[in-house]
């Protein structure tokens, strides 16, 4: 299937990218098909990428149309000029609003950690009548997130870190909520999504604000919260 192109012009291109695709080649892992090159090969012409989406993160994902043109844009993203919205569901009731502020260790994986921020709000609340984990109930929270650097999985670090992990998080998550929404409602990815971007065009100054639209998961998780709980008293 072709990628979903959500905006394009003569310096860049933005696509949805969908969940479990990688960006482009990395030596950790054996894929053979990336977003960058069936972008590519979809608009016949070379692409560069501005910024990255781990493989089980889907949505907003932009590309410029040439060497320079990203790297105007890959400045916006390192000086922190460009607005990035992501949409997670996650264990627990979260608090209505926040800032985590808690190192993430680089990239490269030498251990060292650096500075990481993260903002978020609580978007929406939901209690289900399942003993998931030790309350006679569960309990989620879909959040809007804003992060303020761009640390390696640092969303899904910096909520485990506050104890409310994202579901269908297999790494820093919890494998009896992942569970739960796999046997009870067919949702086996991770349920980040980079919902919307906006920045100030680097060539005609113009404001270009993109937004990916729900898929068929995230159409099911908002019927889910359409049952929405008003906010309460907090419980992890």
């Not at 996650?90 to 608090?95: I, L, Q």
């Not at 950690?113 to 003993?131: D, G, I, K, N, W």
């Not at 991770?190 to 919307?196: G, I, V």
């Amino acid at each position: 299937m072709p990628l979903t192109i959500l905006h394009q012009d003569a310096h860049y291109v933005a696509i949805d990218k969908p969940a479990g695709l990688l960006v482009h080649r990395s030596p950790i892992s054996a894929d053979r098909v990336f977003a960058l090159q069936m972008l590519r090969d979809q608009l016949g012409r070379r692409v560069y990428p501005v910024h990255r989406l781990d493989r089980a993160t889907s949505g907003v994902l932009v590309f410029g149309l040439s060497a320079e043109a990203a790297g105007r844009l890959v400045a916006q993203f390192e000086s922190r000029q460009v607005s990035k919205e992501y949409l997670a569901v996650a264990r627990g009731w979260v608090a209505s609003d926040g800032t985590i502020d808690h190192p993430v260790a680089d990239e490269d994986g030498n251990g060292i950690a650096q500075h990481a921020s993260t903002s978020y709000r609580s978007l929406a609340r939901v209690e289900l009548p399942f003993a998931v984990d030790r309350h006679p109930t569960a309990r989620y929270s879909l959040v809007s997130v804003s992060p303020h650097t761009g640390r390696r999985q640092q969303i899904r670090k910096h909520f485990k870190h506050i104890s409310h992990h994202l579901i269908g998080d297999t790494t820093h998550g919890n494998g009896r909520h992942n569970r739960f929404f796999r046997e009870h409602l067919g949702i086996a990815r991770l349920l980040l999504m980079s919902h919307r971007l906006a920045f100030t065009h680097p060539y005609t100054q113009a404001g270009v604000d993109i937004t990916a639209p729900a898929d068929s998961d995230w159409e099911r998780i908002g019927t889910l919260f359409a049952r929405s709980l008003p906010h309460a008293t907090d419980r992890s």
